[in-house]
């Protein structure tokens, strides 16, 4: 088994976690350790024995039967992104805060590989959104698992956002902004500024405002294989389009096309896991001292 392992280079613990899996990982016969260049270097840095890693990789060119992504879950959508239409289950190792991706604890380390290869284990597919703009004026990576946010720039006057799902007239939204998630990523940026939660097998995007002039207007939910497109007026003429947290500035005359993206990603769960357990651990739900 060829197995890639994705780590944040901004936290200590994980290469202490990235020991306790290499180890994991080597009491298996005939697995090949994968890992990226700059990982591999921020890996001796701390003097993590890195004997026992096969073959090291950088930007997109790779193959792997399974991968590992360690850290929070910014680390988890970044390596998503990397393994992109691959299809290469990946599971998440939580060395964050949260971690409704990445919801494998360090301590759990050497049971979440027993698991993976004892075939306990289960995946769940996650869609992703992709932006299209009408002039191809978005060039970067155009796809989010979380959510797509269009923003106002500055902290100057609100944003008008012109909506419509399908071909069909929704709403102007006088906002800070709008978030387009997916059920993912409702645990996420719009869950924050009170989107509802849905799970994750829900084919369902989130359609929540940010910070709206008008309280009559809420979060809505339509079927993940609907159309929306966006238009904004500013003020200053711009805005903000952020996915996953990526920002670039754009002029207000950019026409936004939202869809669902044409893959998805496998999320590898443990065999004993499941959203509803992640939600009572992550949100501290029933841990209160009432009797």
Not at 17 to 28: D, F, P, V
Not at 206 to 235: F, G, K, M, Q, Y
Request: net charge neutral.
């Amino acid at each position: 088994m060829r197995i890639i392992i994705f780590g944040n280079k901004f936290r200590n613990e994980v290469a202490d976690y990235t020991a306790t899996l290499i180890r994991a990982l080597k009491r298996h016969n005939g697995v090949s350790i994968v890992v990226e260049e700059e990982f591999l270097q921020f890996l001796k840095e701390r003097n993590v024995c890195i004997s026992e890693i096969d073959e090291t990789v950088s930007g997109t060119d790779f193959t792997a039967d399974t991968a590992f992504s360690i850290g929070g879950d910014g680390t988890f959508i970044r390596s998503s992104a990397k393994i992109g239409k691959k299809r290469i289950p990946i599971i998440g190792i939580n060395a964050g805060r949260l971690g409704f991706l990445a919801d494998v604890d360090g301590n759990e380390i050497d049971k979440a590989v027993a698991c993976l290869f004892a075939g306990k284990c289960h995946i769940e597919e996650r869609s992703w959104l992709r932006l299209y703009t009408e002039d191809h004026s978005y060039t970067d990576f155009n796809y989010a698992l979380n959510e797509i946010a269009v923003l106002k720039q500055d902290s100057s006057a609100m944003i008008s956002i012109h909506t419509w799902v399908n071909g069909v007239f929704l709403n102007t939204y006088q906002a800070d902004g709008l978030l387009i998630s997916t059920s993912t990523g409702s645990t996420a940026y719009s869950m924050s500024v009170g989107g509802p939660i849905v799970v994750p097998q829900a084919n369902d995007f989130i359609i929540t405002p940010v910070a709206p002039h008008s309280l009559n207007v809420r979060p809505l939910i339509i079927p993940d294989a609907w159309e929306i497109e966006i238009v904004v007026e500013s003020r200053n003429k711009h805005f903000l389009i952020a996915l996953d947290g990526r920002n670039n500035v754009f002029n207000e005359k950019t026409k936004l096309k939202i869809k669902k993206a044409a893959f998805t990603t496998k999320v590898i769960r443990l065999e004993d896991q499941d959203f509803f357990q992640t939600l009572r651990s992550k949100l501290m739900w029933g841990s209160g001292t009432r009797k």
